[in-house]
């Protein structure tokens, strides 16, 4: 399909193990978001990528947490030394530009055990 | 501190009637609103967007209104069909600093009842 695509769609995996998620914007698609949400919680915003700008990392809770974006495209998240407070649902989106709707994936749900 | 609130965890309404739904939020640089649908075990759908120079933006059986001056959004589904039980989330965009990160509500469960 055209959409954003996530993968995996669902990871267990056991504290202090790093993870690695992937994503896949829509095609054409500058801007790039990356969201978590904990159970109970909204959404949380955690970095946005734009082009080949320098990523917002403002909403990244702790250095453990890092992200690429390569070739302005697929971009990864990465959380090192898991910890079982990062479980949560984290989804990416991705949107024209500023001001654009932004449109999410179906995200991938990390249990840390 | 919660930047944007929605205030009513679930909202019950009978199908063929109006929803409203409502959203407040704190900051006044945000300049982008958008409301999304979600089912569970799937990501957020976009549903209607409202930009801060516009007080109302109509898409078919939706509509956006915004009251800059009260810091309040609605969303008006109308008329309500089965289809449209989900949590809707409101979101805001542009509270400075160039973040384009979206600020998102908690979510308002909606049942359609038959």
């Known amino acids: 399909g055209a959409g954003v695509s996530q993968s995996p769609s669902n990871k267990v995996t056991e504290k202090g193990k790093d993870v690695e998620l992937r994503c896949d914007p829509i095609?054409?698609?500058?801007?790039l978001y990356w969201y978590r949400q904990s159970l109970g919680q909204g959404l949380e915003f955690l970095i946005y990528?734009?082009?080949?700008?320098?990523?917002?990392k403002s909403g990244l809770p702790s250095d453990r947490f890092s992200a690429e974006r390569t070739g302005g495209s697929v971009s990864t998240l990465t959380i090192q030394r898991t910890q079982q407070e990062d479980s949560a649902v984290y989804l990416c989106?991705?949107?024209?530009?500023?001001?654009?709707?932004?449109?999410f994936g179906d995200g991938t749900r990390l249990s840390i055990l | 501190d919660q930047q944007v609130k929605q205030n009513s965890p679930s909202l019950s309404v009978q199908e063929g009637r109006i929803s409203i739904l409502n959203c407040d939020y704190t900051?006044?640089?945000?300049?982008?609103f958008l409301w999304y649908k979600k089912y569970p075990a799937e990501g957020p759908t976009f549903l209607i967007s409202?930009?801060?120079?516009?007080d109302k933006n109509e898409d078919g059986r939706f509509t956006v209104f915004l009251n800059k001056s009260a810091k309040h959004l609605s969303l008006h589904i109308v008329p309500s069909q089965p289809g449209d039980s989900a949590v809707y989330f409101c979101?805001?965009?542009?509270?400075?600093?160039?973040?384009?990160?979206?600020?998102f509500g908690k979510g308002t469960h909606l049942i359609i009842q038959p």
């Open positions: 409202i930009s801060s120079i516009k």
């Open positions: 979101a805001a965009s542009g509270a400075g600093g160039g973040a384009d990160g979206l600020t």
């Open positions: 989106a991705s949107s024209l530009g500023r001001s654009q709707p932004q449109h």
């Open positions: 900051n006044s640089m945000f300049d982008y």
């Open positions: 095609s054409g698609h500058t801007a």
């Open positions: 990528f734009q082009g080949n700008s320098a990523p917002d």
